[in-house]
């Protein structure tokens, strides 16, 4: 018994050494230790021993129990620190990684854009609309003095959806729908698409943007339109920018001008982005037509207005010196975190 004893002992602490961790500690206490374990079934031979040998074996019993014991305790907390070890390894942060950051995204240069020309219109009293993109025949010509057969239908090659129905060539058609909700006075711009079917290039696109805008009062006169028209540009681009008013044509207004500012590229000396004119022309306007005004049910007589349409994207490639407006829509990530 002696003996069994020894080798329990030597065998425990064996084990004890090559065990891996926590568990196996445990695994090796309940074996030697517990109820069923080995030192418990050694002490249950006891009564087979003499009254002599019985005390000496009890006492080694005990020893080698509290040995192992002994060596358990020192495993497991070895274990414990070791495992702790690894975690907190694990768990270390790494202060010098680069950190992960969000990325903020930017506006597109055609909404920073249009939300200066908010901003200026909204100083002088505009408020802003909103229009159909897909309109009727009706708004986006007809009552814009447009009837069938007429020549100016030629300048806006047109999507048609039905004989009827069709995507705006020009935010124009909104002037149309807010005359006839409101009365005067009226003081609003309209931003949005308008569509044409026209061949992609540099300059063209058959989706692009206006931002249409529409006075109507008593006694507004060409003075009203230029002040206002020469103000935003001037915003736009620079108070030293020279602004130009050219006699022009549309069917709804009478008179009609478009309106060009200095190259602000070459600063009116004329180069490739002013196509060597010195000029770049940003809009067309005109005094509301009396019959567009009357087809509204407003009085001509009593009332006059201007109206103008100013091309967003030219406005915007211009401000920002981009050569190709095919940018303005391709959304290359490249291209748009520059704004
Ligand atoms: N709708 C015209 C175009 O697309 C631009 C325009 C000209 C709008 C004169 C107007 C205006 O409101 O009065 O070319």
């Known amino acids: 018994m002696q003996q069994k004893l020894e080798e329990i002992r030597v065998a425990a602490k064996a084990e004890l050494a090559a065990a891996e961790d926590a568990k196996a500690v445990d695994d090796l206490r309940v074996r030697y230790l517990g109820k069923k374990g080995e030192i418990t079934a050694i002490l249950k031979q006891m009564g087979s021993l003499s009254a002599e040998e019985r005390p ?7 020893e080698v129990r509290a040995d192992i014991e002994n060596a358990i305790a020192v495993a ?7 495992a702790l070890k690894l ?5 270390a942060l790494d202060v010098s990684i680069p950190g992960k950051t969000d990325e903020v995204g930017s506006l597109h240069p055609l909404n920073s854009t249009l939300n200066k020309l908010i901003d200026i219109f909204k100083s002088m009293g505009f408020d802003v609309v909103d229009g159909p993109e897909i309109e009727t025949d009706y708004y986006n010509f007809e ?3 447009v009837p069938q057969d007429h020549p100016a239908r030629d300048m806006q090659d047109t999507f048609y959806l039905t004989e009827n129905m069709l995507l705006r060539t020009q935010t124009s058609a909104t002037q149309i729908r807010t005359m006839e909700k409101r009365t005067p006075p009226i003081r609003m711009i309209c931003p949005g698409r308008v569509y044409r079917s026209d061949d992609v290039d540099a300059t063209h696109s058959p989706v692009f943007h206006q931002v249409e805008g529409l006075v109507v009062d008593k006694g507004i006169t060409m003075c009203d339109l230029k002040g206002t028209l020469e103000t935003m540009a001037k915003e736009i681009y ?8 050219r006699p022009s044509f549309f069917p709804f207004t009478e ?3 478009e309106v060009d500012v200095s190259c602000s590229e070459c600063g009116g000396k004329g180069c490739r982005v002013c196509k060597g004119s010195g000029w770049i022309e940003i809009l067309g306007a005109g005094m509301v037509h009396p019959k567009v005004l009357a087809g509204c049910g407003i009085d001509p007589e009593e009332y006059s207005g201007f109206a103008f349409g100013i091309g967003l994207d030219r406005l915007t490639t211009t401000r920002h010196k981009i050569s190709d407006i095919r940018l303005l829509f391709e959304n290359d ?4 975190k520059q704004f």
Not at 87 to 91: A, S
Not at 238 to 245: L, R
Not at 333 to 336: A, E, P, Q, T, V
Request: proline share 3%.
């Open 255 to 257: 008179p009609s001008v």
């Open 87 to 91: 975690r907190l390894e694990k768990e």
């Open 238 to 245: 620079g108070s030293d920018t020279k602004v130009k008013f």
């Open 56 to 62: 000496k074996m009890g006492q080694l019993a005990n």
């Open 333 to 336: 990530l490249r291209f748009l």
């Open 76 to 82: 497991m907390s070895e274990m414990n620190a070791k």
């Open 143 to 145: 009552a814009l003095n």
